[in-house]
């Protein structure tokens, strides 16, 4: 079956650095659009950060445009969401998402998710 297993997630400090990966099995990771969303008790989840299947394009939420970076290696199944400059308000479970048919930022197109990471940034 279908697995995507995040990993990377932690408590850092205002302004650090945190490397999340999503590593992919059971589909054949090159035909899936990717996305990472996250989401804060009570509140919907949030899209961060889309890439398509080749990894050529990239698409991001304003919140995060500039600090968040996201990659994939086809090769090894894996997508990446590189988060620098973290601020208080990225706090949040951070799932990653893969999409047959595209890669955009609604989350009720993807078809896979992972279980979540949380991701904790003090102030």
């Known amino acids: 079956q279908v697995q995507l297993v995040e990993s990377g997630g932690g408590l850092v400090q205002a302004g650090g650095s945190l490397r999340l990966s999503c590593a992919a099995s059971?589909?054949?990771?090159?035909?899936?659009?990717m996305g990472w969303f996250r989401q804060t008790p009570g509140k919907e989840r949030e899209f961060v950060a889309a890439?398509?299947?080749?990894?050529?394009?990239?698409h991001y939420a304003d919140s995060v445009k500039g600090r968040f970076t996201i990659s994939r290696d086809n090769a090894k199944n894996t997508e990446y969401l590189q988060m620098n400059r973290l601020k208080p308000e990225d706090t949040a479970v951070y799932y990653c998402?893969?999409?047959?048919?595209?890669?955009?930022?609604?989350?009720?197109?993807?078809?896979?998710w992972g279980q979540g990471t949380q991701v904790t940034v003090s102030s």
């Open positions: 998402a893969a999409d047959r048919t595209g890669w955009g930022p609604a989350h009720w197109d993807y078809d896979y």
């Open positions: 059971g589909l054949i990771f090159s035909s899936y659009g």
């Open positions: 890439i398509s299947r080749s990894g050529g394009n990239t």
